[in-house]
DNA sequence: ATCAATCCTG
DNA sequence: CAGGATTGAT
């Protein structure tokens, strides 16, 4: 807006509202006209706050009059060879600050309440307020799905890694991924989906009746049997008690449908089995299926339990029952919780509930079933109606004429019987072969539902239809013989079309497994590359150091840098007050970590696999899983990321000889704190071995995703940075400010502090080694490996594919590079841009235009890069949030007792995330204290509850944004960006 | 209607 | 980090 209006006015504009909030904010108070409080806040707060170089690009530092906090502005411009101005002007931000936060504050609640009452609108969660953004807080925000997904599992059963997807996914495939040799939970977990597997094991009694019963008790009120009974108490899982307690939370609002139906089927039929509970709807084949499986079984306990059982709850309804229920279940679970949809009654965005569309259509059937009551729909009444008839049959005509019927009916096609979706005869074989069982399961699930969605288009415009009626007509008539006939006819058809069904199935799934070892196979060669990829991504971070320190670099290294053997890399754990232990902590896993997990969720599991016993039930949900599962999982898309920053073999190199100025272990992060830091792979170990093999760099796929601005298609991209995702969560020993109250004296900030520029960047001023370290260091930075490693050569092929285009787009010659003007932002401008950050937060554009002389700004790159700084800002600010609300949680009770030094954990993070390879070798002591006033206003804003209100940290943001100081000039030298490398 | 910042998600 | 949705200001 500025922009539009003229120098002079635009001063007088900003000036203005500069100060407005803290004359409106006063006088309007509460009762005041609304529009003035508006005005206090929104954009002309920002916009003024921000530094004048921000203002208009055409007009320098114009502000000054109008300004008093810029006093910055009006400091000396550039380059501040010594301490000049801009030190004795941070000074006063802590006095000053104070009180003109005071009235900021004063005046947001004011506005906020105002804004409040007025317009209720937007209740957004804030995610970003140390919950996670990702899919994990959304798992965790699920209700009932999740609830049901997660507790049924049995804890000590495999972690099941997608216990979230599972939910999301659709009943059917739940417990695809869990290993199937705990009959209890899968029977359970299957009769809960299915109740088409009834038998789960054919011998183990407990087992069977633990599933049968469980449910079948649980569901149904009249369970009689002692044996049941106990079964069902004793039920030494944890989950049988959970799905019980889960059933029976369910079971009245079932019941209470009912008994509705109860009702009318009384009238109708005489039955009036056990209470009231009598479901109209009948045995199906389904039902049958099972009941014949089980009474089938081999082992006579079983079958007699079985027949107990059956015979104790009626006849007819023991199967039929607990299965309408659990359909019942099925659709209130489903229906219940729409997660993302809403969140706290907002309703956000798109949708984002795609396998949950899926999920229904897979379900519809059966859920349409259990919902006839309260969605006649034809389909399902017609459906409803058939079964009826079907039931009725025995009762009108001989008992056991449909039963026997039914089971000879299902024996007669021997053949069809195993890849049958439902016979039972799939669980049994699934003892003997683990893998079979699984591809039956999965079989089984699928044609489940598959099933149900032919059967339901069967009845809806088949003949089977008419069949369904023929047959009920006959069944009124007491003609059961005929019902043979219609059986048969049923049964071919049914079969026929199921063959057919289960053998595409079958060869999805066939295909899919040898997909599946195919990966697995690369996923094992990966896996070792995994380790090494990660020891390179830890390289790129600090606290790696001292892996990478240990192996001997024979990697080219920059002039001036500290010899190979200096005094740094000595030791392993570069002199900082670290300890081993921290030193020792990189994030990087243990070897064997990964694989079960990724296995469990990439496919069904091979055959008994991957006994993942031991990891936590909830291991697979670990935020952790960052690099290792995407490596198997992620053959799909990744989003270009146009740019990264992550570090070169350049970067390794010098970063294996000196460590980070942040010392080596970030003390707090990744050390013990954090749970899945594993003790660092034995770096040596791994690395040189197995990188022959494990080299095939991850397939270039990059230049087909150059969308956006930034083009350079940059080899060691092929990975999301997942920054330290679990810290929030994990991370909570040692103060997020690191103790060390001492150093930081609240006072304020040191005068400009030209942070140090790294050793290397200046080392590698010298054209001649500069570009002979570049030539050299190509190879390893197209291969993205460690440095350390020899072996990289067998990536060449790949690099030679990039190095081509890297030269041309990214590495101009030292000399031309000033020259090329391009419109495209490589990530070495992203890499300065974080680098920048450390002295502003809100850049202008102008000034952004300023320090990257070497662009070309048009409207696109532009955005970009205002986005960059929108995106530091955005991880900035969470990490504030999260730290301050960590050190409240720790007790601290003042705000004052905050401080940040060097070595607080935040500090680190910050550094990591901005200044990844350390270019910049010490964090400018201005940045520090931004850090710290940041944290403290963050952390009273969360004492004072402010938290609570709309948009709290947009006072914040107001504060922090006149914290930002004048980037070094040596910023806009070419040199600087070629030295980011 | 347009712009910009933020929020949210992938 | 980027894209898209939201929101609020102008």
């Not at 798992?139 to 099941?160: E, K, T």
């Not at 094992?524 to 600090?542: T, V």
């Not at 950050?837 to 409207?859: A, C, E, G, H, M």
Request: proline share 12%; with cysteine.
């Amino acid at each position: 807006m500025n922009h539009h209006l003229p120098p002079g006015q635009e001063r007088l504009f900003a000036a203005r509202h500069h100060q407005d909030p803290f004359v409106w904010s006063h006088a309007p108070r509460r009762h005041t006209v609304l529009k003035g409080v508006q005005r206090c806040f929104p954009r002309p707060f920002m916009d003024n706050l921000r530094p004048p170089q921000f203002r208009a690009p055409d007009e320098p530092s114009s502000l000054v009059g109008g300004l008093r906090i810029g006093t910055r502005d009006v400091a000396p411009p550039y380059w501040p060879p010594l301490p000049l101005a801009p030190p004795t002007l941070h000074p006063p931000p802590i006095g000053a600050l104070p009180t003109a936060m005071a009235h900021d504050e004063e005046s947001d609640c004011f506005m906020l309440g105002e804004k409040l009452s007025k317009k209720p609108k937007r209740i957004r969660t804030r995610v970003d307020a140390g919950e996670p953004r990702n899919s994990y807080s959304a798992f965790s925000s699920l209700p009932n799905l999740c609830g049901v997904s997660v507790n049924a599992v049995r804890p000590g059963s495999a972690p099941n890694l997608f216990s979230a997807s599972q939910s999301f996914c659709g009943l059917p495939f739940v417990n695809y991924f869990n290993p199937p040799p705990t009959a209890g939970s899968r029977g359970m977990l299957s009769e809960l989906f299915g109740a088409h597997t009834k038998p789960v094991a054919p011998c183990p009694p407990e087992d069977t009746v633990a599933t049968m019963g469980v449910l079948d008790k649980v569901t149904s009120s009249n369970v009689h049997s002692a044996d049941a009974v106990n079964s069902v108490i004793r039920g030494p899982e944890a989950d049988n008690v959970l799905l019980r307690e889960i059933l029976q939370g369910r079971k009245r609002e079932i019941l209470t449908m009912e008994e509705i139906e109860a009702a009318r089927s009384l009238h109708n039929n005489n039955n009036s089995y056990k209470g009231a509970a009598e479901p109209v709807e009948t045995s199906n084949e389904d039902t049958n299926a099972a009941r014949e499986e089980s009474v089938t079984a081999e082992d006579p306990r079983c079958e007699s339990e079985v027949e107990e059982t059956m015979s104790q709850n009626s006849p007819r309804t023991d199967s039929p029952e607990p299965r309408k229920r659990l359909e019942n279940i099925v659709s209130v679970i489903r229906s219940s919780p729409t997660p993302n949809t809403t969140v706290n009654g907002c309703k956000k965005r798109k949708l984002y509930l795609p396998q949950q569309h899926e999920a229904r259509n897979s379900y519809d059937s059966q859920t349409e079933e259990g919902e006839a009551a309260a969605e006649p729909d034809n389909k399902t009444r017609r459906l409803e109606e058939d079964e009826q008839v079907e039931s009725r049959a025995p009762e009108s005509g001989e008992e056991g004429g449909l039963q026997i019927d039914l089971s000879v009916r299902r024996r007669s096609p021997e053949t069809q019987r195993a890849p049958s979706p439902k016979p039972p005869t799939s669980t049994s074989s699934s003892d003997s072969n683990d893998a079979s069982s699984y591809l039956l399961d999965y079989a089984q699930r699928l044609l489940r539902t598959q099933e149900a969605r032919q059967r339901e288009n069967d009845l809806k415009n088949s003949d089977l239809t008419e069949k369904l009626q023929l047959l009920r007509n006959l069944n009124l008539n007491s003609q059961v013989t005929d019902l043979e006939g219609l059986a048969d006819v049923l049964k071919t058809e049914i079969t026929a079309s199921l063959a057919v069904i289960i053998d595409t199935i079958v060869n999805k799934y066939v295909q899919q497994r040898k997909l599946l070892t195919k990966q697995a196979e690369v996923a094992a060669e990966q896996l070792n590359r995994d380790i090494a990829s990660q020891l390179m991504e830890g390289s790129r971070s600090p606290r790696s150091h001292k892996m990478l320190d240990r192996t001997p670099p024979n990697m080219p290294r920059l002039n001036g840098m500290p010899a190979p053997n200096g005094p740094l890399n000595l030791s392993p754990y570069p002199g900082s007050e670290n300890s081993l232990n921290n030193l020792n902590l990189p994030h990087l896993r243990p070897p064997m970590y990964k694989p079960p997990h990724f296995f469990q969720g990439s496919l069904p599991p091979m055959g008994g696999m991957i006994p993942s016993g031991q990891t936590s039930p909830y291991g697979g949900m670990e935020p952790e899983q960052d690099e290792a599962l995407p490596l198997v999982v992620t053959p799909k898309k990744k989003r270009h990321k146009v740019t990264d920053s992550r570090l070169t073999p350049r970067t390794v190199g010098r970063l294996l000889e000196d460590f980070p100025r942040y010392g080596g272990p970030l003390p707090g992060m990744m050390g013990p704190a954090s749970p899945r830091s594993s003790p660092p792979p034995p770096p040596m170990s791994h690395h040189p071995h197995h990188r022959p093999s494990s080299f095939p760099q991850p397939p270039p796929l990059l230049p087909v995703s150059l969308p956006t601005s930034v083009a350079i298609p940059n080899p060691s991209l092929h990975e999301s940075n997942l920054l330290y995702p679990g810290y929030y969560s994990t991370h909570r020993p040692s103060s997020p400010l690191d103790g060390r109250r001492d150093e930081s004296p609240a006072g304020p900030p040191p005068p400009h502090h030209h942070p140090l520029l790294h050793p290397a960047l200046l080392a590698a001023s010298s054209p001649d080694t500069f570009s002979r370290f570049l030539h050299g260091a190509d190879h390893d930075r197209a291969s993205d490996c460690s440095p350390a490693d020899p072996h990289y050569d067998g990536v060449q092929p790949t690099i030679s594919f990039y190095s081509p285009q890297r030269r041309s787009l990214n590495l101009p010659g030292p000399e031309e590079s000033m020259l090329t003007h391009s419109s495209t932002l490589t990530p070495m401008h992203l890499r300065k841009a974080k680098l920048m950050f450390f002295f502003v937060r809100y850049p202008s554009s102008s000034v952004l235009k300023t320090y990257f002389p070497d662009i070309k700004f048009n409207k696109n790159n532009t955005a970009q890069l205002v986005k960059w700084f929108s995106n530091f800002r955005e991880f900035y600010y969470i990490q504030m949030e999260k730290y301050a609300r960590q050190s409240l949680s720790e007790g601290i009770k003042n705000a004052d007792d905050i401080s940040v030094t060097f070595e607080s954990e935040i500090i680190r993070a910050l550094n990591l995330h901005y200044n990844r390879n350390n270019h910049l070798e010490q964090i400018p002591e201005h940045f520090r204290y931004v850090v710290e006033q940041t944290l403290r206003e963050f952390f009273k804003a969360i004492q004072e509850q402010k938290d609570q209100e709309q948009s709290w940290k947009k006072a914040i943001y107001k504060i922090i944004a006149r914290l930002d100081e004048q980037v070094p000039e040596y910023f806009k030298s070419p040199t600087f960006l070629e030295q980011l490398e």
